[in-house]
């Protein structure tokens, strides 16, 4: 038989014990604060058929889908976020109750550039609000996405907001109509974080054919990153209706914010532009000060006519969606994580007395093994006897802080030795008090 070479592709990546143990640990952090603010999980398909997710993402997003006709000759793509799929959710079971609050983890898929911390198949955590108009739901999502962050250590970051009826107000003053230049120009705003000013102000100009002028009027609209700021703002929009909406919302919006006392860690910041077309208010990118050039790690927004795609009425809806994979990758750059080889708590040392399958030495520690693993402790019995200094090694080896010791002598009193692998301590116990 020819040997296989085994590889993986560019941009995705195998997840081995050390860093997993981490990873879910992280992953159950992240749904216990989602369900602490009432958020119910759901789940959807890793396929969908492509019209469900063309004309949701713009051109930029849709030249990156996974799409692939199947051997029924469908024509099918991979999803590429969490929230068109919500949507057609809300459009194909209209006895869902509103307002719905769902979070979903799980796997999607980008055809784009690999990166620092940026994967082709990354997994997303994702909470949604959908039939609330109120700027409340869009402070909540705000609100669990500081408290995700704190329940994983980073106490150093910022949620930056923005809402794109303010962007389309600076749009119309600058005479943009047209939906897809419109869209152009916001995604070259959005990469401000990521290229610099000067870099910016050359897409403008040279791919989304804005005049000098106009391109200085945008640089200097989203320097706006404190809330002076936007009384200037408020003379650039004008009379311009969805504008002077935004900056409502906005103010709204903060002020909840300010209420909720979380006025250091939410900044105003009129560069967040988000590329997705299907915005339609505000909008969120979230950074770690401590990486400035890593990128956002949470994200999100209002989008309350993409509903109205799959079931022909409107839905209110706001969301934020965490990048695992991207966040993990932070988390372990700030020192934050750190790789385990065994979920292991408790390693029970086995004897064996003649004969393993006979003897009352593996009887006695099978007892102790069921009554810690009934009381919730991560147990382990080695597979085979073997001499206790070995099972020590192997134990100090996987980082299992505690090794119990049931052997002849244990028994015979009812007892157990704890020794305490961090400490090089260790006690006898009556076996009840284990």
Not at 53 to 63: F, Q, R, T
Not at 85 to 105: S, T
Not at 263 to 276: H, M, N, P, Q
Request: proline share 4%.
């Amino acid at each position: 038989m020819a040997r296989i070479e085994p590889r993986i592709l560019k941009g995705f990546r195998d997840y081995l014990p050390g860093q997993m143990i981490p990873r879910e640990r992280m992953l159950d952090t992240v749904k216990r604060v989602f369900e602490r603010y009432g958020f119910a999980p759901l789940a959807t398909p890793a396929l969908e058929y492509s019209e469900i997710l063309l004309g949701k993402y713009g051109e930029e997003g849709e030249k990156l889908l996974y799409r692939f006709r199947d051997n029924g000759d469908r024509d099918v793509s991979l999803r590429y976020d969490l929230t068109v799929p919500l949507a057609r959710v809300i459009g194909q079971y209209g006895e869902l109750d509103k307002p719905l609050k769902r979070y979903q983890i799980a796997p999607v898929w980008r055809a784009e550039k690999p990166a620092r911390g940026r994967f082709r198949e990354f997994v997303q955590c994702d909470i949604d609000i959908v039939g609330v108009e109120s700027m409340l739901a869009d402070a909540e999502c705000v609100l669990v996405g500081c408290d995700v962050l704190e329940a994983l250590g980073v106490s150093r970051f910022e949620i930056r907001i923005n809402n794109r009826k303010i962007l389309d107000a600076l749009m119309a003053t600058l005479g943009v109509e047209q939906h897809e230049r419109k869209m152009a120009i916001l995604r070259s705003v959005d990469k401000l974080p990521k290229i610099g000013e000067a870099a910016v102000r050359q897409l403008l100009v040279e791919q989304d054919g804005l005049s000098a002028a106009s391109a200085e009027t945008v640089c200097r609209f989203v320097a706006a990153t404190d809330r002076e700021a936007l009384g200037a703002v408020r003379e650039l929009v004008g009379d311009h209706r969805a504008g002077q909406a935004g900056l409502e919302e906005l103010g709204q919006l903060l002020s909840v914010i300010d209420a909720a006392g979380r006025t250091s860690e939410v900044k105003l910041d009129l560069s967040i532009a988000r590329g997705l077309d299907y915005y339609t208010g505000t909008i969120y990118e979230t950074f770690l000060l401590d990486l400035p050039d890593f990128g956002s790690v949470m994200s999100g927004g209002r989008y309350d006519t993409l509903m109205q795609m799959f079931s022909g009425q409107s839905h209110p809806a706001v969301g934020i969606s965490l990048g695992v994979d991207r966040l993990f990758a932070g988390l372990s750059e700030l020192g934050l994580v750190r790789e385990e080889a065994s979920a292991t708590q408790v390693l029970i040392a086995l004897f064996d007395d003649g004969d393993l399958f006979v003897g009352d030495s593996l009887a006695y520690a099978l007892r102790v093994a069921g009554e810690l693993r009934r009381a919730g402790i991560a147990t382990e019995l080695p597979l085979a006897a073997g001499k206790l200094k070995k099972q020590f090694k192997y134990a100090d080896r996987r980082a299992i802080p505690f090794v119990v010791i049931a052997g002849p002598d244990e028994r015979a009193a009812e007892l157990v030795t704890v020794k305490d692998l961090r400490h090089g301590s260790q006690e006898s116990i009556p076996r009840a008090e284990l």
